[in-house]
């Protein structure tokens, strides 16, 4: 795992959206794996600036997969996953809706909709380049602690500290749904690259319990140590609880340039 302590949330997104554009420009035939909530935003903006500035790279041909969604709110409402990302980010990169992935959480979908995903995943050639963020329960995706860490994509309750997290894009905690359809902790392992971004101090423990603490599923993002090829992108508040992080950044400083991320 590589953790590189940056100096602002806009450090995070401006490197991050390095990343992205790299796998972009180089994979023959690119698939994203995009993430909600607050965190990625600023990355998000990024893209497009880069994009309407007419310095980003072609989206020609790039397919999207969502790593989660809500299940029982109306088709199309705003707060949806997938109609958070067309608006935040692919709407404005040009990627057309048919190449943007999601879960089916509709309720004649449901039953199915885990394993349908997984193989719409794997149909596509698995995902390139993974954005993830990290609860302050320290769940990944909608990987609930005590989410299995073989799981795969299926149907979860959320914790009601995650609800009371997500209250701010409702109107009022009642209105969050209870339940979600999640790639699971193996989906996106699948990955071939991680990029979790950490931003404010609220994720300073649960970051340092996902890098630092033991593999377990009370942690779910401490799954994240199981895999090759995982890049943290934190600011100073998200980094306070990470015991080494004048290490880590001491890495990134004396690495050579032809590493890349
Ligand atoms: P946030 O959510 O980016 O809105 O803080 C992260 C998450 O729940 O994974």
């Known amino acids: 795992m590589e953790v590189v302590p940056l100096r602002s949330g806009s450090e995070v997104a401006a490197l991050a959206a390095d990343v992205v554009e790299a796998v972009v420009r180089s994979a023959a035939s690119p698939v994203l794996g995009l993430a909600t909530g607050s965190t990625p935003l600023p990355t998000y903006r990024e893209l ?13 041909g790039v397919r999207c997969f969502n790593l989660d969604e809500y ?20 709407d404005a990169l040009g990627i057309p809706a048919d190449r943007v992935h999601g879960p089916d959480p509709t309720p004649e979908g449901l039953p199915t909709a885990g394993s349908r995903y997984e193989d719409a995943l794997v149909a596509a050639g698995g ?7 990290i609860g302050t329960d320290g769940h990944l995706a909608f990987n609930e602690p005590g989410s299995s860490l073989g799981s795969l994509t ?14 701010r894009f ?11 359809l999640t790639q699971g902790l193996a989906t996106i392992l699948r990955a071939r690259h991680l990029l979790l971004l950490a931003t404010g101090s609220a994720k300073a423990d649960a970051l340092g319990a996902a890098v630092e603490g033991p593999l377990t599923a009370s942690c779910p993002a401490s799954v994240l140590q199981l895999h090759p090829h995982v890049t943290v992108l934190c600011d100073p508040g998200a980094a306070e609880g990470l015991v080494r992080r004048e290490h880590y950044r001491a890495v990134y400083d004396a690495k050579p340039a032809w590493q890349g991320l």
Not at 48 to 60: I, M, W
Not at 71 to 90: C, D, F, K, N, Q
Not at 154 to 167: G, I, M, P, Q
Not at 170 to 180: K, L, T
């Open 170 to 180: 409702f109107g009022s905690i009642d209105e969050v749904p209870r339940h979600v």
């Open 71 to 90: 299940v029982g709110l109306p088709a199309g409402h705003p707060e949806s996953y997938r109609a958070t990302i067309a608006r935040e980010l692919t």
């Open 127 to 133: 995902v390139d380049v993974q954005v993830l963020g």
């Open 48 to 60: 497009v600036r880069r994009h309407e500035a007419g310095v980003g790279p072609s989206y020609d």
């Open 154 to 167: 299926r149907l979860k309750t959320l914790t009601d500290e995650t609800r009371h997290d997500n209250a």
